[in-house]
């Protein structure tokens, strides 16, 4: 990336996002971004709620990817 970015750029990806994430039936309450020592990224853990099947209950998930 040849730019600096800002906390609003990346709220304002997030939402528009999440937006998205939303009209799929994906409700996210929580993105965990895990990181080594040296600031590497090794993992993302979602925290959502899938609304995408056809059962009539709302599945609270926790996926690590």
């Known amino acids: ?4 970015i800002n906390i ?3 709220r304002g990806f ?3 996002s999440n937006r ?3 009209q799929g039936g994906i409700y996210l309450e ?3 971004f895990k990181r080594d020592d040296n600031g590497v990224l090794t993992g ?3 925290s959502y709620e899938d609304r995408t ?3 009539t209950q709302e599945t609270r998930k ?3 990817v």
Do not use: H, N
């Not at 990336?1 to 600096?4: A, E, H, L, N, Q």
């Open 30 to 32: 929580r993105a965990l």
């Open 14 to 16: 997030l939402e528009a």
């Open 53 to 55: 099947t056809s059962d």
């Open 1 to 4: 990336m040849g730019r600096k």
């Open 20 to 22: 998205q994430f939303e």
């Open 8 to 10: 609003e750029e990346v």
């Open 62 to 64: 926790e996926k690590q």
């Open 44 to 46: 993302i853990t979602l």
